[in-house]
C-alpha cells in the first residue's frame, strides 16, 4: 500500500513546528540572561519579569501543541482504518452465476421485459440479476440463452440505461430452436447496474438449466 502523503506532510509540520518552538524559545533564554530551573526563573539581569510572562506563554503554546499531537494521532489511525477499509473493497471479488429457473417459454410479451434469474448458482459478492456493481472495477458479464424458433427471440444488456450488446435470432419455419449469447468487458463505477431486459414480442425458453446470466470480476 502507497503511504498517505498527507499524512507524512501533517507529520513533518507538526516536528517541524515543535523544533522551531524550542529554537525561539532557547534564543529568548539567552537574549534574557536568565536561568530556568525545573519550569521557575531566577534572576540574573533585568527583564525577568517579561522573560518569566515569556516562559509561560511559551508552556501554553508547546500545551498546545501537544494536544495537537493527540489529535494528529487520532487521525492517523482513522487513515490507516480507512486505507485497510478501502484495500478491503478494492480485494473484493463477485462472481454471480444464475439461470431463469422457469420451465417452458417465456413471452412474447407486449412490453420490453426485465428478465430475472431466480435459480441462483454462484454467488460470491452478493449480486443478483439485476446487479449493482458494490465497488468500482472492471467486470466481465455474459449471457445466454434457448429459444424456440416459431418466435423471435432478442435479449439486451443494459448498462444503466444505456444499452451496451444484444443477442437475437429471428423466428423461422424451418428452424425449431435456437440458441445464442454474448458477452462483454464493463468499466464500472460503485451503483452501477447491469441487467438483461427482454424486447417486446420476443421469448426465450426457461428451465433449471438454460438462459443464464453471469458476472465476474476476475
Same mark, same amino acid.
Given at each position: 500500500m !502507497?503511504?498517505?502523503p +498527507?499524512k =507524512?506532510?501533517?507529520?513533518?509540520?507538526?516536528?517541524a513546528s !515543535? !523544533?522551531? &518552538?524550542?529554537? *525561539?524559545? &532557547?534564543?529568548?533564554?539567552?537574549?534574557?540572561?536568565?536561568?530556568?530551573?525545573?519550569g %521557575?526563573?531566577?534572576?540574573?539581569?533585568?527583564?525577568?519579569l517579561d522573560?518569566?510572562t515569556?516562559?509561560?506563554?511559551f508552556?501554553?503554546i %508547546?500545551?498546545?501543541? $501537544?494536544?495537537l499531537e =493527540?489529535?494528529?494521532k %487520532? +487521525?492517523? *489511525?482513522?487513515l490507516?482504518?480507512?486505507e485497510? !477499509?478501502?484495500?478491503? &473493497?478494492?480485494?473484493?471479488?463477485v462472481? +454471480?452465476?444464475a @439461470? @431463469?429457473?422457469?420451465f #417452458?417459454a *417465456?413471452g412474447p410479451?407486449n412490453t420490453?421485459t $426485465?428478465?430475472?434469474?431466480?435459480r @441462483?448458482?454462484t454467488?460470491?459478492?452478493d449480486a443478483?440479476?439485476?446487479?449493482?456493481a458494490p465497488?468500482?472495477?472492471?467486470?466481465? +458479464?455474459t449471457?445466454?440463452y434457448?429459444?424456440? /424458433? %416459431?418466435c423471435?427471440?432478442?435479449l439486451?444488456?443494459? =448498462?444503466n440505461?444505456?444499452l451496451i450488446?444484444?443477442?437475437?435470432?429471428?423466428?423461422?419455419r424451418?428452424?425449431?430452436?435456437?440458441? #445464442? #449469447?454474448?458477452?462483454?468487458?464493463?468499466?464500472?463505477?460503485? /451503483?452501477?447496474?447491469?441487467?438483461?431486459r427482454?424486447?417486446?414480442n420476443?421469448?426465450v425458453? /426457461?428451465?433449471?438449466?438454460?438462459?443464464?446470466?453471469s458476472?465476474?470480476t476476475d
Open positions: !502507497k503511504a498517505n +498527507f =507524512k506532510q501533517c507529520f513533518l509540520l507538526f516536528v !515543535k !523544533k522551531m &518552538l524550542r529554537f *525561539i524559545y &532557547l534564543l529568548l533564554i539567552c537574549g534574557c540572561g536568565l536561568s530556568f530551573v525545573q %521557575e526563573c531566577s534572576q540574573v539581569g533585568p527583564g525577568c522573560c518569566c515569556i516562559q509561560r506563554k508552556d501554553a %508547546e500545551d498546545r501543541l $501537544t494536544a =493527540k489529535l494528529l %487520532e +487521525f492517523q *489511525i482513522r490507516i482504518k480507512n485497510n !477499509k478501502t484495500a478491503d &473493497l478494492s480485494n473484493l471479488k462472481i +454471480f452465476s @439461470v @431463469v429457473g422457469r #417452458g *417465456i410479451f420490453d $426485465t428478465l430475472v434469474y431466480r @441462483v448458482i454467488n460470491i459478492g443478483y440479476s439485476i446487479f449493482t465497488v468500482p472495477g472492471v467486470y466481465y +458479464f449471457f445466454f434457448h429459444a424456440g /424458433g %416459431e423471435d427471440a432478442m439486451y444488456l443494459y =448498462k440505461y444505456q450488446v444484444m443477442t437475437s435470432d429471428h423466428s423461422s424451418h428452424d425449431t430452436a435456437d440458441n #445464442g #449469447g454474448n458477452a462483454v468487458f464493463l468499466q464500472l463505477r460503485k /451503483g452501477d447496474q447491469v441487467y438483461v427482454m424486447v417486446a420476443s421469448h425458453w /426457461g428451465s433449471y438449466h438454460h438462459t443464464t446470466f458476472v465476474s
